[in-house]
T-cell receptor
Framework: AQSVTQLDSQVPVFEEAPVELRCNYS??????LFWYVQYPNQGLQLLLK??????LVESINGFEAEFNKSQTSFHLRKPSVHISDTAEYFC???????????FGTGTSLTVIP | NAGVTQTPKFQVLKTGQSMTLQCAQD?????MYWYRQDPGMGLRLIYY???????DKGEVPNGYNVSRLNKREFSLRLESAAPSQTSVYFC??????????????FGDGTRLSIL
């Protein structure tokens, strides 16, 4: 089975400051990688995904993540956060074969005015 | 475009009662999933259905049953609810079955309390 580790359960950051949310996974096979965001009382929404090609992927709202195969990481970054970025963020992994997705335990990002 | 629809949104049960959580997707996806979300534990897979007519156990299947009624619908049943099943339940779907994996689409969740 895969495992996904999000080391930081809570990350407070001031508005307009940069942020990095860390995600590491364990896998001996090729994987697909995802970041999801969950706002209060809502389901998970896809933020960005790595399927193949460029190891740096970007979302429409300024987040980016870089796939690092040697370090088995997929950290999420944003150079300048907004109040509206306050949410729970989940990293997920799926093997290239099979049907299951594996989720980390989530990181709660709180942006402080 | 509704995406993934879950009903009900909220439910309170007494220990020992049974109920079925409903999920329907209108994206013609083959794969559907049921997760539970608990504080500090992220999402844990209960059951999934790779395609119509098939179901498989996930990480935490005990106390639950599922039915893939057709391609659109995937229900989760609690036969005898226990307080440990108090949680937020999410249904998700994804496509394709093989080839480049696409992300999952989630419903808004069912918040279930067992007293």
């Amino acid at each position: 089975a895969q495992s996904v580790t999000q080391l930081d359960s809570q990350v407070p950051v001031f508005e307009e400051a940069p942020v990095e949310l860390r995600c590491n996974y364990s896998s001996s096979v090729s994987v697909y990688l995802f970041w999801y965001v969950q706002y209060p009382n809502q389901g998970l929404q896809l933020l960005l995904k790595y399927l193949s090609g460029s190891t740096l992927v970007e979302s429409i709202n300024g987040f980016e993540a870089e796939f690092n195969k040697s370090q088995t990481s997929f950290h999420l970054r944003k150079p300048s956060v907004h109040i509206s970025d306050t949410a729970e963020y989940f990293c997920a992994v799926a093997r290239r074969t099979g049907n299951q997705f594996y989720f980390g335990t989530g990181t709660s990002l709180t942006v402080i005015p | 475009n509704a995406g993934v629809t879950q009903t009900p949104k909220f439910q309170v049960l007494k220990t020992g009662q049974s109920m079925t959580l409903q999920c329907a997707q209108d994206m013609n996806h083959n794969s559907m999933y049921w997760y539970r979300q608990d504080p500090g534990m992220g999402l844990r897979l209960i059951y999934y259905s790779a395609s119509e007519g098939t179901t498989d156990k996930g990480e935490v299947p005990n106390g639950y049953n599922v039915s893939r009624l057709n391609k659109r619908e995937f229900s989760l049943r609690l036969e005898s609810a226990a307080p440990s099943q108090t949680s937020v339940y999410f249904c998700a779907s994804s496509e394709p079955l093989s080839g480049e994996r696409q992300p999952q689409h989630f419903g808004d969740g069912t918040r279930l309390s067992i007293l």
